[in-house]
């Protein structure tokens, strides 16, 4: 099994209800990467 480290990056493709919780969950752990096609999320997202 391969251990991950927290110098490990990760990205979510897909910020709706499941992959912004997740990467929020991981966030507390590694460095996120978050990436949406849908521009209206987006600007929802930079808004808080």
Known sequence: MTRIDKDTPIAVIGLG???LLLA???ARYFKVT???TKQKRIEE????
């Open 34 to 36: 978050g990436f949406d």
């Open 24 to 26: 929020v969950a991981f």
């Open 45 to 48: 997202l930079n808004t808080g």
């Open 17 to 19: 209800y499941v992959g």
